[in-house]
């Protein structure tokens, strides 16, 4: 097992890893050339248009004021400054009630780690129960002596550690639902005072059954115009736009390939590029590329035009689902919280999301369809899950440098250089895992849209949801578990069945330094890292140097990026859980813990204000998973302290320790019935009084307007968007490439009061 | 353990048993004496006036009519001879939907019965693993040579009882999605030709918050104007009776005295009963006894009525709760199914029950009160369950009778005789179970009350659904594990860790001779009990000879009873569990709960048609339970054939074992989503076509009319139904103390204009 000094060396390299990340982000970031990069979310929000210059030559690519130099540091206390009513309004609840995550994970662990290293660790140190074991076949190191497996067996000093249980449960049970209540009421407040937005009136038709003798509008209409008579206004029929989409896809490509082809002929007049039509375009015959690629664009404009006609006169691409509007938030409440048909499998009806929250490829899902989905994702997640242990227990075993050399002899003169071992020890493991993890958020993101979830916002938060049920199971469980079997196998399979719990209790806390070094490399670097943004950095310079042409095109080369729920969440729950767990087994683990919710609240706080564009609104609606899963750590810690002691010969705290459990799944359910339903249901009364007062402001709205291609499906909003585009004047282009440009998109592209035809079917 | 004589003795008495009461019954049911015990609910539904006669002399009480001794078994043809559709009508959907539950018992087992023994039967017995067993520690008899125990470990034999576990779970869940459906249409259908009710148009609101400026009637009329504004009609407020409650079962005690006294002096002119005022009626102070009662009966009928008058005027025994009605069926299903306000603890709204379902003492309980009556009685119920398995555990030890001769060797040559010893051995285990268990549905009905549900329906599904997890653990769970406990405790101790699953397992197909006289005692005989009704028939006669003067005293002294869910329904899923948990193992156990099963069938469409008044009509609500229970009983059952093939070496049959709960979960979840809203909710567009209907057939109704009173505090219609009774003419009743009990109600009862009053506060 590593040593104390392994640490220091582990710790040593993350700190300077992270110094080297926070400077370099430092020096990048003031600039003017990267400013797009780092303050993304001010020009997006128009509240700048270009890098502040210090003036002087070059002065527009790099800060030559070297003043600003020594003030690098002071983006820490600006990230901090802004109070957080501003930042609703600037990035919405969403991320505020993010960044509340980490202020969560400090307002229980501070506390928690005072009374840990002031009652515990002095219990833990003043004893001498694993010097005893110095020749045994458990190893250990000077670190696990603060930890519980210090004291005896049987010992009285159990009595603080089951305090220690007491007082982490009421506290963290206190100060969750403290949290739980703030944003409860932040988020009724935020709905309260929202302006006026299409999904408060609408509501998401599902399921709409067929009928020989009604297509699915007039069906959609009569059946609201008779079940809800006096609220029911429009709806808005949805198209399945697959093909539309993937032509507007393509035509991107081409576009890419369009502008770069021109900016080459730019810089060098004298040589038309060209384009060598083979395979890979690596041979065959050569044809003019600005030629060849405008052909292509034009041809999928047209295509798409054709396409996009098809779909609006056709009836045949519309599927069995519509958004329906009502004449108030009261009507669409009383839909979105009732059921419509005697069958409960159709006319399905929930709150619409945002339009842009809308994952339109799943509306057209059947309900038989969703739930075949839904069984086949079950177990392909049980697949994935199960079966990624494999390697990660490979890479546990091999992370113990003892096993290295017993299995590989002729390595061992160069695994004992000193710096080497301590390398090895320290980052191995945690760097193994970190690149499997970075592979899965995709595919579990994939999972969720096959599954058939209508919303990204549902899609990240089902995939923030298995993302830590597969980290619970494989960095955690895989982690002491398996690290346990590998290393003990041998003696497990001599002794008698009743000791093996026994030794799996042993190894919770002698894993804590294998969870100090995945913490300090995940977390600590990981989140310095974070800052750097080098991947949308490298990014945005390579399409500036070839791609971009106009300020439009610049302002699309930054991708600002977004908080990443999915990915995100599920990373702060393992420190929940390996927080909670060691409290009360091994102290030494909390100040890792701390810092790295320190610096992650800084430093997710700065991106929120200056970077991270989130893609949609949802009011602070994954709170509830927060909360569960928090309270689920904190039953799994109460297990796991109670396996732990029993092995140690104090089964008689075993009754005193089930009790926390039983309380704190009590206090889940009262938390879940006092606090969710703000996060699920719209109450009538609100809605009413919402609409009482709109009524009173303007009594003329004229609402059936408003609704008028809000929830159009978003290729349909292509054409107008670049034609927008194409009326703003660009001087850089040469004319008659532009005038072609326009041409064709003009006669293509139909005038955006065609659209009001798809809601009329 | 039993032997197969031992068996063969325990079936012979119950089924001797089981004849005596059937044939009792037959006798005593053509005695025109006790037709109002065997005929109730035809006297109730008015078809019947009095009994049937056959001329003769005292032919009004004994039958003499010989030839019908001769056809006493045909009311079991006659039972079965009405169609569903008019059973609907006459007993209403409650009972027919629990008749089903039998019905359902005979689809699933026939079939797999049959199965079992032409396949699993023959493979068991073909073998000799017990016969090496013979002098072994563990005892087996003739029967356990038909079970799966005397297949020798690791044959290849096991792969017909995997074949067995997916025939089982394959056919039940068809059956029981059959079923689910069927019954989900029938409660639509009967919901859709329901006539007009209260309870269609209402909601009960609890929870109403409290405010200084506004009493609760005028908050509950404000609230549900501004909020529901098109479909709001009329509230009634729920006042706290209980003082009345109690005034008025005094009433009726002092009242049945009187009646015993006046008959008492009718008998014998010559002398006046009297009373004496001392302890208990023993001694003290003689007063006359008709005069005494009459003028207790006096004070306590004005007391009433002062108590009336006083919740009338008064506002202060308003609860914060109220029944909400609506204008239509549409507005009541829209305030249902919604949140009301922004906090989810206050306005609480839910579909009202019946008036007669109602339980009115909870409706005034507070959210916070519920929530620590819920954790109070979850406790209590733990506690109840686990240190009843105490008392059960040694009756089961001392049902052992080799355990009985080693702990009292005296009692040796009594117990030696060979008939006693087969009837310790048959009935002992069963009988002990039996009468512990009677006590204890009241227990649980009490512990449902002090929950807080607020309709009688409710309280039964509850208390069946506790009853039932009690039976799971103590009866099931309970016999089989600690059974094997006591016997084998010593060869645990000795054994190592891994072999105590195997001795558990290997006892799950020994217990099958103890269940089987379990179902014969509990089963056959209950069932046969049940039918005789001999508790009524006593109490009828009693109260015939001492209390009843008139006609209307003679239909109050019969006790038709109710199916009673909270009872009978556990008691069928006991059933169930233990058909599917032995169908593959010991399938010498279906014939027997075949048995039962049809002649419960029969017996209870008997009592259903002629005897049981059911109190309240929940249309069915209860199928989700019993669903459930037996999807749970299904999943039990596989898992124990996993451990026990596990035991028996043939562990490469656990991954294809593992595959079936996950199905059966994966069932369930589809049956709930499919079918459950059925039995919750009222769709909107069945709301909207009954309310259409409706306006259409009479657009004059005076729905205000209709509700006032509907939901009425039930005492509060006390001195209306008295009223009503005095006006028949009695002309068994002495003029003179008829006029003065006539005189004191008429002066005290108020007109029933005045309860007008009671929904205007």
Redesign the interface.
């Known amino acids: 097992m590593a040593t104390i000094n392994d640490i220091g060396v582990a710790a040593a390299i993350n700190i300077v890893t992270a110094f080297a990340f926070l400077i370099a982000f430092a020096i990048f970031r003031i600039q003017p050339v990267n400013d797009r990069v780092y303050f993304p979310k001010w020009y997006l929000k128009g509240l700048r248009s270009s890098s502040i210059q210090t003036g002087g030559f070059g002065s527009k690519f790099i800060n030559l004021d070297f003043r600003s130099y020594v003030r690098f540091l002071n983006w820490m206390p600006e990230a901090l400054k802004m109070p957080e009513p501003e930042l609703v309004d600037h990035a919405g609840l969403d991320s505020v009630v993010y960044l509340r995550i980490y202020l969560l994970g400090l307002k229980i662990f501070v506390p928690i780690a005072c009374v840990a290293f002031t009652a515990v660790v002095p219990v833990n140190w003043t004893n001498k129960a694993l010097v005893g074991l110095k020749h045994s076949n458990i190893s250990y190191s000077d670190i696990d002596k603060l930890s519980l497996s210090n004291i005896p067996n049987g010992s009285v000093r159990f009595w603080v550690h089951l305090c220690m249980a007491y007082a982490i449960t009421f506290w963290t049970c206190f100060i969750l639902k403290r949290e739980y209540q703030n944003i409860a009421l932040m988020r ?1 407040q935020f709905l309260a005072n929202d302006e006026r937005r299409p999904n408060q009136y609408t509501v998401l038709v599902r399921n709409i059954p067929t009928d020989p003798h009604e297509s699915i509008c007039e069906l959609v209409e009569h ?1 609201f115009k ?3 008579p ?1 609220h029911y206004l429009t709806y808005q029929a949805v198209h399945d736009a697959t093909k539309l989409s993937e032509l507007v896809q393509t035509r991107k490509q081409m576009q890419n390939l369009l502008d770069y082809n021109l900016n080459k002929q730019m810089r060098n007049l004298s040589k038309r590029p060209v384009v060598k039509m083979g395979c890979l375009g690596c041979c065959g015959e050569e044809v003019d590329g600005i030629k060849y690629y405008t052909s292509m664009v034009e041809g999928l404009t047209r295509e798409i035009a054709e396409e996009k006609e098809k779909l609006r006169t056709g009836t045949k691409s519309i599927v069995p689902a519509a958004f329906v509007s009502f004449k108030s938030r009261y009507g669409a ?2 839909c979105a ?6 069958d ?2 159709e ?1 399905l009806t929930e709150w619409a999301a945002e339009p842009r929250d809308i994952y339109y490829d799943n509306l057209a899902l059947p309900y038989v369809d969703l ?1 075949i989905r839904r ?1 086949i994702v079950a177990v392909a997640y049980f697949f994935l899950t199960f079966f990624f242990m494999i390697p990660i227990a490979f890479v546990q075993s091999l992370a113990n440098i003892e096993g290295i050399e017993k299995a590989f002899p002729f390595l061992k003169p160069l695994i004992e250089v000193k710096l080497l071992k301590s390398i090895i020890q320290g980052f191995l493991p945690g760097i193994a895992l970190k690149i499997f993890l970075l592979f899965l958020p995709r595919i579990l993101m994939q999972m969720s849209k096959f599954e058939g979830f209508v919303s990204t916002s549902s899609l990240e938060r089902r995939a923030a949801s298995r993302f830590y049920m597969f980290q619970f199971i494989n960095v955690f469980l895989g982690s002491i578990v398996t690290g346990t079997a590998f290393q003990q196998l041998n003696s497990f399979l001599n002794q ?3 000791d093996i719990p026994k030794t799996i209790g042993v190894s919770i806390p002698m894993k804590a330094t294998f969870f100090i070094t995945y913490i300090m490399v995940d977390g600590w670097a990981g989140v310095a890292g974070e800052i750097l943004r080098l991947k949308p950095l490298i990014i945005y310079h390579l399409k500036n140097s070839f791609l971009v042409r106009t300020e439009k095109d610049r302002e699309e080369a930054t991708d600002p990026g977004t908080i990443g729920f999915n990915t995100g969440e599920p990373q702060i729950q393992l420190y929940f859980l390996l927080g909670l767990v060691y409290a009360a087994v091994s102290p030494i683990l909390l100040p890792f813990i701390i810092v790295f919710f320190g610096l992650a609240y800084v430093v997710y706080r700065h991106q929120v204000i200056n970077v991270y564009n989130q893609k949609y609104e949802s009011a602070g609606k994954f709170w509830p998973d927060v909360h569960r899963r928090v309270v689920t750590a904190l039953i799994v810690s109460q297990l796991l302290l109670m396996g732990l002691l029993s092995t140690k010969h104090a089964s008689k705290s075993t009754p005193l320790l089930l009790v926390l459990p039983v309380l704190t799944i ?1 206090f889940h359910v ?1 938390c879940k ?6 996060f699920v ?6 809605a ?1 009084i919402k609409d009482t007062l709109e009524r009173t402001r303007e009594p003329n709205l004229n609402l059936k307007a408003y609704f008028l291609n809000a929830y159009a499906h978003p290729e349909f909003r292509v054409g107008e968007d670049l034609e927008k585009e194409m009326a703003v004047e660009d001087p850089n282009r040469t004319p008659d490439l532009v005038a072609t440009k326009r041409g064709s998109w003009r006669n293509t592209s139909l005038p955006s009061q065609h659209n009001s035809n798809s809601s009329l079917c």
């Open positions: 009724l059946f008779v079940n809800h006096d409440a009383v919280q009732t059921q419509q048909s005697r409960p499998t006319w739930k069984i008698s069945a009743n009590g009262h019935s006092r606090y969710q339903p703000a249901t719209y109450p009538l009364q609100e009413m």
